[in-house]
């Protein structure tokens, strides 16, 4: 690694990380890539991808197994639920408390120790709801 690499590592970690926090639209590796160009202007498209999926695997930010096209990306790490639009993509949070019960339902029903699950809603969104009136 050349010399400050390890530095440089952190701070384009440390620049992704602030940029996904801002905002709740859960972007693309695209999209995070276009907010943090202006900061970090000799990131690649590659690097920033590598470094989302590290810090997902850290458990520092969430990678969406959600229907589309792209993988999302959220700086909120905790469990909560996703609603996504079916024509435009759009993915919003869902302010609805995670479902404890589902979980030691499951569990009652098999074998298995639960340890996560996922619940997506999908739906048109107030703009697209808009474009048929
Ligand atoms: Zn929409
Ligand atoms: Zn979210």
Redesign the pocket.
Known sequence: MEPGGELRVTRQRRVLLDELCKVTS?PTADDLYQMVRQKLPRISLGTVYRNLELMAEQGMIQKLEIGGTQKRF?G?ADL?Y?VRCLNCGRVD?LDLPPDCRVEQEAAQRTSFKILRHRLEFSGLCPDCQNMDS
Do not use: A, I, L, Q
Request: net charge negative; no cysteine; aromatic share 0%.
């Open positions: 859960h959220d909120n909560h996703h949070d």
